[in-house]
């Protein structure tokens, strides 16, 4: 079982910078891959990054690459997103997720834990 609660997400202008962040509960934290995902309104929800069990292999949605940067930290069993030069489309809930294997890619359903989600608003 892992607990995942997200914090970070607020109102910022376009430009802007915003590190998110999961605090995650339960022993298995250490051996999951974990991702962050967003739904913006009206809209599904769609993969932004994800990283495997020992912090490598970061691999990120095209729309962010070079802006955003995914990170782990198992010793505090953490997660993080740090977002940068952020636009109004990145507006959306940002939910941190943890998979069930080491290694996972940009599909939801390789995901078996979600947080809440943090709303990240991003003003023009």
């Known amino acids: 079982q892992v607990q995942l609660v997200e914090s970070g997400g607020g109102l910022v202008q376009a430009g802007g910078s915003l590190r998110l962040s999961c605090a995650a509960s339960?022993?298995?934290?250490?051996?999951?891959?974990m991702g962050w995902f967003r739904q913006a309104p009206g809209k599904e929800r769609e993969f932004v990054a994800a990283?495997?069990?020992?912090?490598?292999?970061?691999n990120y949605a095209d729309s962010v690459k070079g802006r955003f940067t995914i990170s782990r930290e198992n010793a505090k069993t953490t997660l993080s997103l740090q977002m940068s030069s952020l636009t109004p489309e990145n507006t959306a809930v940002y939910y941190c997720a943890a998979a069930q294997a080491v290694v996972a890619g940009p599909n939801h359903g390789e995901y078996k834990y979600w947080g809440q989600g943090t709303q990240v608003t991003v003003s023009s």
């Open positions: 339960g022993r298995t934290f250490s051996s999951a891959a």
């Open positions: 990283i495997d069990w020992i912090g490598g292999s970061p």
